[in-house]
């Protein structure tokens, strides 16, 4: 049952009519939950309360299905007024974004120089970006932009998956060039001849990935809500004596709060992945997907008034 309601989640958050809809709805069925406002001024806010509970944080100005150069390049502008409205507001907080909305499907090159205009206005703030990892048509070429963009940057990142076979290779690799790496378990649906379809696989390889990636010295962010995943790390870093400096946890707004502000109570860093904006709708659909469960508060906000 789970798996077939998955499997229509995230065939929805593929839908575009639907997506073209929910951005002149606003934030409805209960995705206020886990997006933090349609506005920067609002995101901010979220990310102060939760900067004053110990938590940094990353922010996500949400955006799908970008095919015009125009599109492209009012979202590079977007991203440039986030991490000002960061800079200025003095917040914890970096940035993450999508290669697809920096219009990847359109031109490499295009979104190339979009990247390094948002790279050196980091730079500038003196913040860190962090490219999110899409589905596996984009992830070759996300990793070939990054190791382009960081000739000149190092202040960018990636984030690999543990559903892919192919990435542990990717850790090694990135971990000799000292890339610091958010590592998942990866959202979106792939074929099996690219991805281990049993979750079980999929755990043991992303527990591959954290002892590689933190063996290597590198920076590592260890982004799950699992705790077994969470304890691994935790037994890991104690067995090794690993600095508590040389990674983080990361977690989703508004899910499994509680833990996050657990954790940094313990000592670890936690940083949360705030995403916000009116293109919510991908992002909510594939919460859904991780987890039918929620749509328990989907079909109850809906027959609220
Ligand atoms: P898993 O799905 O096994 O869940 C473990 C437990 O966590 C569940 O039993 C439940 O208790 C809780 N939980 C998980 N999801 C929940 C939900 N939606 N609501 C409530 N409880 C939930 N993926 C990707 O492909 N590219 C990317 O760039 C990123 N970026 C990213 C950033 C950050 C900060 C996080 C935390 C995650 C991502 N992801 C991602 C998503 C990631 O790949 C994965 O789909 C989700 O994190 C769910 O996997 P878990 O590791 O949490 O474990």
Known sequence: MEE???????ALSKNQKLNKWAKK????????????????????????????????????????FVFSEQEAGEAADYCIRTLEAIHVSKVDCNLSLKLTQLGLDIDKNLCLKHMRRILQAAKDRKLFVRIDMEDYAHNQVTLDILRELRRDYLNVGTVIQAYLY???EDVRRLGKERVGLRLVKGAYKESGTVAFPNKADV????????SLHLASGSYTAVATHDDAIIEYTKAL??????????????MLYGIRAATQFELAKQGYRVRVYVPFGNDWYGY????????????AF????????
């Open 237 to 250: 870093q104690k067995e090794k004596g690993y600095s508590l400096e040389q990674f983080e946890f990361q």
């Open 25 to 64: 709805w606003g934030l409805r069925f209960g995705a206020n939950r886990v997006v933090a406002g349609e506005t920067i001024e609002e995101a901010i806010q979220k990310v102060r309360e939760l900067n004053q509970k110990g938590v940094c944080c990353t922010l996500d100005h949400l955006g799908e």
């Open 4 to 10: 077939w309601m998955k499997k229509v989640f995230l």
């Open 166 to 168: 192919k990435s542990q």
């Open 298 to 305: 989907v079909l109850k906000s809906f027959f609220r008034k």
């Open 203 to 210: 755990d043991e390889n992303f527990k591959k990935l954290i």
């Open 284 to 295: 909510f659909m594939r919460r859904l997907a991780e987890r039918p469960a929620n749509v």
